[in-house]
């Protein structure tokens, strides 16, 4: 059965493939990401730790770039693959072309740099994947990261620094991440920047593992059995030293062979190593590491294989509520845009009729606005005795009435149901603004609207035009109801209220004062108590008919026929103007596109344990 090493790579091969390395930019921030879930070991050093030569010895190859200041400016995902054959190297980003010459590997490494980070001595969080074969090497996975330092090198800016610790922080800091601390015994410990690091985002030492480099160059008389044998650095995992091949092998291309060869003779004849020595050395090394890996990747398994299920499921989701992609052809545009707007249409009559909140608020302008609008008309001050006799004397004319004042009457009546206008036309404005507010909220809760803002304001504008001439007719008819009141009176009502007749005429030989009121101040309270009784019969009349006329103007025509010249427009619309119509929101698109992209991933992924069938294991 295959290793679960294999596994891991080319799941992580994929992850790259589709963008998921980790961290991720802004816009993928907010989605699930499989590269922190996967064990990895990652190759922490200073520069001049001897980093580099580590990974080399691993290998048995002279492949990596060289040179003075920062060379690893991003992240290699180094895949090695035990097997028979000849040797060869290939890149994921070069996939089918193999490499039997390793100095073109070296060129191609810092080629592929460039071509992400550009030649200002950048850096990069995006890794290049590198897999060699080879029957030399054990079935082990190592992320060689840039190399710590503590100043910039000419052409760089000073922030790299920073930079550069930010990312190898980031990269280390996730537990799914094996440490190998890469330190040169030469110098003081205490000085070492990958322990450094190490320890503070490893303070147990449970995923570190500490490799000693140029233990060969120590001063004479001094070692570093101190360390390698746990007293003065004490770790989880064993210390393990090793030699690699000097400056001046690595300048004349030494074998790598004789040098593995010449690090086992070092431990095995030195008086202070050799009872360490078969715990001492890069072949050591690589092989603890690959066991260690393994088991790492065993453990974690079945919980990647559980996050990858539910992360597929939530994804699924949240691109199902987006709808259905864009059709290519007009006739699938159209079927689509009638598809969303007949969605937003029962949105909206669920507003309506109580399925979903707000048509209630229509009930409580009829039960509450308008009753209390119609209590607040100043009818009292209209009717006062003053007013009343100003009407009626108006209403006489050169001529006073001979029984009753009926024109006064009329007059008064008249001017009174007038005032009910502004309360009927306020009702048919509120009503107005209550049915936009539900179109609003209609468009705003139909998932498949969102992509497209263009039609949501399109559906808006017609919704709104279509309510506006609701509204004009609501007014109309509203209007009318209180003019038909005035135009002809009940008068049935007013023959039963209780009349007052004018006082007896005077008796021949009496004198009247030229200029006495015609009007006694009974005769006045009455004429106002009458007019209050009649206008408060109307107004009780209204209170019912006014929210019908509105229900059937407004309310019952934003049902029927709200979008009916939306449908005729789109109907009639070309290709191109669908298409506009299906402009979908950018920020929606890459969030469709990131979905969906990060979905392919996880599937695969799913796909990929399947295939060899560690899930259940």
């Known amino acids: 059965m295959e290793s679960v090493i294999g596994l891991v790579n080319r799941l992580q091969q994929v992850c790259t493939a589709l963008g998921d390395h980790g961290g991720g930019d802004e816009t993928d921030s907010a989605l699930p990401t499989l590269w922190e879930q996967l064990p990895s070991v990652a190759v922490v050093g200073g520069q001049s730790s001897g980093k580099s030569s580590v990974l080399e010895s691993i290998v048995g190859k002279d492949f990596l770039p060289r040179g003075s200041g920062i060379v690893t400016r991003r992240p290699l995902v180094l895949q090695l693959h035990k097997q028979d054959g000849p040797e060869y190297a290939e890149f994921m980003h070069a996939q089918g072309k193999k490499i039997t010459d390793f100095n073109l590997v070296r060129k191609e490494i810092a080629d592929e740099t460039d071509r992400i980070t550009g030649k200002t001595k950048g850096i990069s969080s995006v890794p290049i994947h590198l897999s060699i074969y080879s029957p030399n ?7 060689d990261l840039p190399g710590l330092t503590k100043i910039a090198v000419d052409g760089q800016h000073e922030s790299i620094v920073a930079e550069i610790e930010s990312m190898v922080r980031n990269f280390v800091d996730n537990p799914n991440c094996i440490i190998l601390a890469i330190s040169p015994a030469n110098q003081d410990l205490a000085t070492s920047d990958a322990m450094k690091l190490a320890r503070e985002v490893d303070p147990s030492g449970d995923r570190t593992w500490g490799v000693l480099t140029k233990l060969d160059l120590m001063d004479k008389g001094t070692n570093a059995l101190d360390i390698l044998e746990g007293r003065t ?11 690699n091949r000097s400056q001046a092998d690595i300048n004349r291309a030494a074998d790598m062979t004789s040098a593995r060869r010449r690090e086992r003779e070092f431990f095995q004849t030195s008086p202070d190593y050799a009872h360490l020595a078969s715990r001492m050395g890069t072949e050591y090394l690589a092989k603890m590491v690959s066991k260690h890996l393994e088991e790492v990747i065993k453990s974690r398994i079945p919980g990647i294989t559980a996050l990858v299920n539910n992360n597929i499921d939530e994804l699924e989701k949240e691109l199902m509520a987006f709808g259905r992609p864009i059709g290519d052809d007009a006739g699938a545009q159209l079927y689509q845009v009638l598809e969303m707007s007949r969605a937003f249409y029962d949105t909206f009559q669920d507003h309506l009729d109580g399925r979903r909140a707000g048509g209630d608020r229509i009930t409580s302008v009829f039960e509450d606005k308008l009753p209390a609008a119609l209590k607040k008309l100043p009818f009292d001050k209209y009717l006062s005795l003053q007013n009343v ?9 050169y001529q006073p009435h001979l029984i009753a004042p009926e024109n006064g009457y009329r007059r008064l009546i008249e001017g009174a149901l007038l005032m009910f206008k502004g309360p009927a036309e306020a009702v048919v404005d509120e009503v107005h603004f209550i049915l936009r507010d539900l179109v609003k909220a209609g468009i705003g809760e139909t998932p498949q609207l969102l992509r497209f803002p263009t039609l949501q304001a399109q559906l808006l504008a017609a919704a709104s035009a279509a309510l506006e001439v609701f509204r004009e007719e609501s007014r109309r008819t509203a209007v009318t109801m209180v003019e038909m009141e005035t135009s002809f009176l009940t008068v049935d009502f007013i023959r039963r209220l209780p009349q007052m007749d004018d006082a007896p005429p005077p008796k021949r030989g009496d004198f009247v004062p030229q200029g006495a009121d015609r009007y006694t101040e009974i005769h006045l309270r009455r004429i106002g108590s009458n007019v209050s009784q009649y206008v408060t019969f109307v107004m009780e009349a209204l209170r019912n008919s006014i929210p019908k006329a509105v229900v059937h103007c407004q309310v019952r025509e934003a049902k029927r026929t709200l979008l009916d010249a939306f449908y005729t427009q789109v109907g009639n619309e070309e290709g191109k103007q669908l298409s506009k119509l299906l402009d979908e929101d950018p920020a929606l698109m890459a969030r ?14 799913r796909s990929e344990i399947d295939s060899v069938g560690w899930a259940n294991r």
């Open 137 to 143: 090497v054990i079935d082990l996975t190592l992320v």
């Open 233 to 243: 650095f004490k770790l989880k995992k064993p210390w393990i030293g090793v030699v």
């Open 389 to 397: 006799r100003k009407i009626v004397a108006e209403a006489d004319g």
């Open 592 to 605: 469709r596109q990131a979905l969906s992209k990060r979905l392919e991933l996880l599937r695969r992924a």
